[in-house]
């Protein structure tokens, strides 16, 4: 009887398991898988923003610093934000000018979070070229820009001036009655 070339036909101990095949070759594939991420979190973990940028993309503020009918400016991503405690008159005016004659039309209650419409919080930059509006200028009692003569009124909505749109309301949200996050 002529010998086999293949042992394993002789002998069942020496034959291949197909089953242990396979599982070798998942376990390889697995393996170079986990050192893929292993190689690639690195590259893209250093993708995201740093420590300090985080730090400087949202700002918390105690609204009880300031006083009904007083305005503070405070600085968050290098611009000026406005935190007005309005008064029951400014309110009353500004929603009396609630119509669509306006240049940039936006209600005030659009502007102002609902159950703290005595709170107006707004991007302190003009419109226009990004100047610095001041409070209390113009006919309408609201912010004036005194570089082009802007003028908003007391919702920070563009009434007269070359100024294209309201001033800007940006992310915010009440943490208590007292405090907002900004940003």
């Not at 101990?13 to 390889?28: E, S, Y």
């Amino acid at each position: 009887m002529a010998q086999s070339l293949n042992p394993s036909a002789s002998d069942p101990a020496l034959a291949v398991d197909p089953n242990r095949r396979d599982f070798i070759h998942i376990a390889a594939a697995a393996a170079a898988a986990g050192g893929a991420v292993a190689v690639a979190w690195p590259l893209i973990d250093q993708l995201n923003p740093a420590a300090d940028t985080l730090a400087l993309s949202s700002l918390e503020f105690d609204l009880s610093k300031v006083p009904l009918g007083a305005e503070t400016t405070l600085l968050w991503r290098k611009q000026p934000v406005f935190v007005r405690h309005r008064t029951p008159q400014e309110i009353t005016a500004a929603r009396a000018a609630d119509h669509g004659a306006l240049k940039d039309p936006e209600s005030d209650a659009a502007r102002v979070k609902a159950g703290h419409e005595q709170w107006l919080i707004l991007l302190g930059s003009c419109t226009h070229l990004g100047c610095l509006p001041t409070f209390g200028g113009g006919e309408y009692k609201g912010w004036l820009c005194p570089c082009h003569g802007s003028v908003y009124d007391t919702s920070g909505r563009i009434r007269k001036g070359p100024a294209p749109k309201n001033l800007g309301v940006p992310d915010y949200a009440f943490l208590s009655d007292t405090k907002i996050k900004i940003g």
